[in-house]
């Protein structure tokens, strides 16, 4: 019976993990953050004290949390080691981030593309295509595409067959995480074009083609970054000479 | 008195776990083989069974050990987490593993020696420059030069200032070390010269001589492998029909 009790009394700190995840990154709460206490977060998710405790014990182990007595608990990272081997969620700076992971992106994607395009087997093609196609469906519904479109891009990566390759998938899935947050998930025409570009010279075995519409794929979306960048500096630069002129 | 005890035994724990992985790693030990048991290991490094199950524990932590009840206790990784955060030492069949790595760092290291000829400070490219020295010296004398060709190939990702290749740099150094192992650590006159021209381009602040550099490096120890393989193969056919005229 006791046992039994240990059992569900584990489960249920697992769940509050997850949701205390889930609420870090809803949140969008950065690398260094203080999370709420853990009288605040016991009331929030209805469990008690020691399930939080439970809970907060599990993410310092994953990396996500830090404990500093005396000062409260800090967020260290957002991803888990398992999705985010080189803790690249850790580094400041998220725009510089991106545009760092984009450099890092087209040294290795149109080469990546290229290597499925010679080595994609029958069944990676057609479950390619259907990853297009369900990436295409949810942005015309409007809905959030960004799990399918990771899941996308990690297919392309397998096809390489490449192992190194393979352990380098979190890197990308890392980037276009940090692309979809900065650029708050919209997605353009031509983010869907290029990614059919890419499939479809991918299924016609063609390397080169696959290459040079990943290449396209990529600049696009790092042109969106940087314009998406100006014109944030330029409404923060409105905003204080608005509050020069109210003096 | 009892505290210092406690710390004098977490210390010798930490010792004999250093001298464990040590073990693993000059007896070329690989995943998935199994280490002596509790009582060899406590003769061989003359301590008590306590301190080896510590040790033990210590690298199971780590993800070096795996310990499967009633079997024994068996390697699973041949570097720590943080000297292999992608797991590639996991791979099997190294020689494959080592030409993935080179499609790989073909892709990634001529760029970043083009971003260290334009980035890298003044004291960065005194610290190349002495790098490169340090490699060729231990190398006319005979010496073990894999830890500086290491910090050869890290410094120069460093001037790249990039921190997405930074987090990179552990895939780099894996690849030099299974590269190192493979051709039992003999450098090649050609690699001596080709690091020279990668630091020369770097100083002379040339990123295409720096890129190009890069790759003539990379390719004569590419060259190196295929045709280390190719004698191994050959060497292996040899045996395989002395045995067959000897019947």
Chains 1, 2 share one sequence.
Do not use: W
């Amino acid at each position: 019976m006791y046992q039994f009790e240990k059992f569900d009394k584990r489960l249920l700190g697992e769940q509050i993990e997850d949701e205390l995840l889930n609420f870090i990154r809803q949140e969008q709460l950065e690398v260094g953050q203080k999370i709420p206490n853990e009288f605040e977060l016991a009331e929030k998710f209805g469990v008690g004290r020691s399930t939080i405790r439970e809970a907060v014990k599990g993410l310092v182990t994953k990396g996500i949390l830090e404990v500093k007595r005396g000062s409260g608990t800090f967020v260290a990272a957002t991803q888990s080691v398992e999705d985010d081997p080189l803790r690249l969620s850790k580094l400041k700076d998220k725009y510089k981030l991106a545009l760092e992971l984009f450099d890092v992106r087209l040294l290795l994607e149109p080469e990546i593309a290229s290597l499925a395009a010679e080595y994609a087997t029958q069944e990676e093609l057609e479950q390619l295509k259907r990853l297009c196609d369900e990436t295409e469906q949810l942005y015309l519904e409007g809905k959030n595409h960004i799990p399918k479109d990771i899941e996308f891009h990690t297919c392309i990566a397998r096809c390489s067959k490449n192992r190194v390759v393979e352990t380098l998938i979190p890197v990308i899935n890392t980037a276009v995480m940090t692309f979809a947050n900065l650029t708050h998930r919209t997605l353009m025409q031509e983010t869907i074009e290029t990614h059919r570009a890419v499939v479809n010279a991918i299924l016609d075995h063609d390397p080169v083609g696959a290459k040079c519409a990943m290449v396209m794929h990529l600049t696009y979306n790092r042109q969106a970054l940087i314009r998406r960048d100006k014109e944030h500096k330029k409404a923060e630069m409105k905003n204080k000479s608005d509050d020069l002129s109210c003096r």
